[in-house]
Structure formats: C-alpha cells, structure tokens
C-alpha cells in the first residue's frame, strides 16, 4: 500500500496536516512490517480482550438504572455487552434513546463497541 500525496488546486506544496498525515500512514505501513510489532499488536488484542471478558457492569459508573436493565436481559460483563447488535439493546424494556447514548458512551471510554456498531446507528 502507498500514498500519494497530491498537489492542491490552490497550494504548489501539501498542507502540514496532509504532510503529518502521510508521515503517520507511512510509519505504520513500516511497522506492520515489523517482527515485534505483530507480537505487540497479539499481546494489546489478548490483554483487551481478558479485560473485557472480566470486567463486569457491577464495576463501572454509570446509572444503575441502566445496570439492572441490561443484568435482567442476560448482560454482566463487557464482553457481553459487545456480542449484542444495537438493535437488540434497543427492544430491551427500559432502553431508550438517552439509556442507549449512555451505554454507548461507557463502551467507547472502555475501548469496546457492538457486533456490527454502524447497522444500529440509526436508532440514536
């Protein structure tokens, strides 16, 4: 994979964000290259996925409103939370628009995101 960096309409030379971003892609295109990136890259995906698998909703802050809802539909840990489609979370009684944008936004501060995040977008 390779970029290109196009010259602007308007400019002879890229903008410093369009440099940066270059500079970025290409620094990653090298490290996927990497031995010890792969091995990283394993180490991060297993240590996210064990603490997801032990964090339980008992133990985050947000609404115990929420909490019990999704405790009473099957859903105690994170990892239980990710295996959902958003159009499942949505039919759960109680869950509204304001419940569902609360639960997305504690998934997000925890690094962990619905089966299929984008399908269900259009219930917020």
Do not use: W
């Amino acid at each position: 994979m390779s970029l290109v960096i196009k010259k602007n309409a308007q400019n002879e030379f890229p903008t410093r964000e369009e440099l940066n971003f270059y500079c970025l892609c290409q620094m990653a295109i090298e490290a996927t290259k990497s031995e010890k990136f792969n091995d990283y890259l394993i180490k991060y995906l297993k240590n996210k996925q064990i603490r997801c698998e032990n964090t339980l909703l008992t133990d985050i802050k947000f609404p115990l409103a929420i909490k019990n809802i999704l405790i009473k539909n099957g859903v105690h840990t994170l990892k239980d939370l990710t295996i959902l489609r958003i159009s499942q979370v949505v039919k759960m009684e109680g869950i509204g628009r304001k419940n569902l944008k609360t639960i997305i936004n504690m998934m997000e501060k925890h690094d962990v995101y619905f089966d299929t995040y984008i399908e269900g977008l259009d219930n917020l």
